[in-house]
Structures are given as C-alpha cells and as structure tokens.
C-alpha cells in the first residue's frame, strides 16, 4: 500500500517570479484547471506525481491538506504555503525544493518548513 510523508512548506516568492512559475504553482495547489503549456525543464516535471503532490491527503496525520499561493499588494509578491501528505515514491519532496528555491525571497539558512515520513517521530528540517 505504501507510506506517506506529510510537507509543511512556507514561503515568500521573489517578487519578479517570473509567471510560468506562478502558473506552475496555481496548477498544483489546484487554483488553476488548465493544465500549462509548458512544464519546466526539471526532474520534478518528468515522470513523477507532481500535479497532485501539494493536494493530497491522507488520515495517517492530524494536519488537513491545505496548499495556498496568494498575492499580497504591500510586498508586491506571492506567498506560498503548503500542508499536504502523499507517498513520497518519487522523491517528489526533495525535487520540488530544489526546483523552488532559486524562486523563494529567503537567504541560506532560512527555515522552509520540513517534511515528515509516517513512520518515524523526528521530522526532516528544510532550510534554503
């Protein structure tokens, strides 16, 4: 049946994000029915669960899904946030970090969030 990993991600976006990615994060959160035109050239976006992965949901954790990208008008930037559980068969988690953070208004070492495996107690930190 498999086990399931729970991320909870938070983040400011740079403020000249470019659009696709934007898209690419409406798509995934669900704000978006269309799929994109264009996929980015990155691992995440190839043969993995990456629609699905910010909406899934499971009862093996406390915390409901619930994945967000909004717009604020004062930082003139996108925040996103994310609270999804799934199977994490593809390392989804792992590739979807790396494919956001040259996006993310955050230095090295900044706290992102962390991800955590049914099985254990411990969560796995993210920084930048």
């Known amino acids: ?4 990993t729970e991320i909870h991600f938070n983040s400011e976006l740079k403020p000249d994000t470019p659009e ?3 898209n690419i994060l ?8 269309d799929k994109p035109v264009s996929k980015p050239n990155h691992e995440l976006f190839g ?10 949901d499971s009862y093996y954790f406390d915390a409901d899904t619930h994945s967000t990208i909004r717009f604020d008008s004062i930082s003139n930037s996108y925040y996103l946030c994310v609270r999804s559980n799934f199977k994490n ?3 989804e988690i792992e590739l979807f970090v790396e494919w956001i953070k040259p996006y993310l208004n955050k230095t090295e070492g900044d706290f992102l969030g962390f991800s955590r495996y049914e099985e254990t107690e411990e969560p796995t930190l993210i920084y930048m």
């Open 89 to 91: 068969y593809g390392n």
């Open 47 to 56: 043969d993995t669960r990456w629609r699905f992965m910010l909406q899934c």
């Open 20 to 22: 696709d990615v934007i």
């Open 26 to 33: 409406k798509y995934m959160v669900g704000d978006l029915d």
């Open 1 to 4: 049946m498999g086990m399931y």
